[in-house]
């Protein structure tokens, strides 16, 4: 499955409680809709005031065709759809959002573990935009985190669910990868992963310990944003 993210930041004149309400009741029933959009999910943060960004919305597709499209390639800030949904949402982001302080990210999904068969609706989910370590390649990058950190990150204790997303244009694209881990519960969260805004997190056993310690093998830490949210669907029409 191919997905666009889109990491929002609110207008400055808005309050995070203004943002939601917009966001969710009047921007989220039109941009469910866009034309190829087969699954649609809003992740909220649990913890506002030390999120690094409002919210999360992800728009998936069966088509990178398709995704295109609607939504534009990489780097498209400029994009200006003249038709459909995907033109009505377009106007509508200018009421809500700071757009160019709107990083996103257009990958291809990997599911690595499902406990859950797919249902995520409700479950609490930590995201981590990652930047590689200065002196590697993309390819190398990707090499250690697939094969190396993945491995070790899907047996975390507590994740029910663990994808990563790979980018369709490395070239282009803000971060070099999106890693999300699952939860059903935010406790568990927090002790695996740490809470928001917790870059100094040093857990002291088992898998988080491992895979915490593997990060300085490939990832740029302080240049890696994270989001913990709790994920609503708002449309799922991929059969899962």
Known sequence: MYKHVALLVRQDDMTHEEFVDYWQNEHTPIAREIEGVTRYQTVLPTDPENAEFDGIAELY???LDALHDALGSEGSRDYDPDRGKAKEAREDVDNFLAIDRRPRF?????????EVNGETDGLYKHSAFLVRKEGMTHEEFVDHWQNE????????????KYNTVLPTDPENAEFDGVAELYF????????ALGSEGSRDYDPDRGKAKEAREDVDNF??????PRFIGRETVQKDETGN
Not at 149 to 160: D, F, L, N, Y
Request: hydrophobic share 35%; glycine share 6%; aromatic share 2%.
């Open 61 to 63: 597709f069966e088509d």
């Open 106 to 114: 257009i990958g291809e999904e990997k599911v690595q573990k499902d």
């Open 149 to 160: 950190h993945t491995p070790i990150a899907r047996e975390i204790e507590g994740v029910v």
């Open 184 to 191: 059903e519960d935010l406790d568990a969260l927090h002790d």
């Open 219 to 224: 990832l740029a830490i302080d240049e890696r």
